[in-house]
């Protein structure tokens, strides 16, 4: 089981940084490949980005490349979302999700992460 909780999100002007934190419990933690996805209102929820096990590896949505960064200290339990240069299209509900199953590849469909956190909103204004 892996509980996890978003932290950081907020109100911010287009151009602007926001960090996202997503503290995690649970021992399979350390193990998993971490992923963040987002939520805007009347949208399908989509993948942003993840980071594998070890940190060793990430991949990101096409939308995000070069603007958001992905970390994590697994002696924290913790992962990072960094955003910088935001769009108002960034708008949504932010999650961090856990892929327990132990594949190499890092995935990008929700229906592959089996735990969730509550989410958090980011908001940015023209």
């Known amino acids: 089981q892996v509980q996890l909780v978003e932290s950081g999100g907020g109100l911010v002007q287009a151009g602007g940084s926001l960090r996202l934190s997503c503290a995690a419990s649970?021992?399979?933690?350390?193990?998993?490949?971490m992923g963040w996805f987002r939520q805007a209102p009347g949208k399908e929820r989509e993948f942003v980005g993840a980071?594998?096990?070890?940190?060793?590896?990430?991949r990101y949505a096409d939308s995000v490349k070069g603007r958001f960064t992905i970390s994590r200290d697994n002696a924290k339990n913790t992962v990072y979302l960094q955003m910088n240069s935001l769009k108002p299209e960034d708008t949504a509900v932010y999650f961090c999700a856990a892929d327990t199953a132990g594949v190499y590849y890092i995935r990008a469909d929700p229906n592959e992460y089996a735990y969730w956190g509550q989410g958090t909103q980011v908001t940015v204004s023209s």
């Open positions: 649970g021992r399979t933690f350390s193990s998993s490949t």
């Open positions: 980071i594998s096990w070890s940190g060793g590896r990430t």
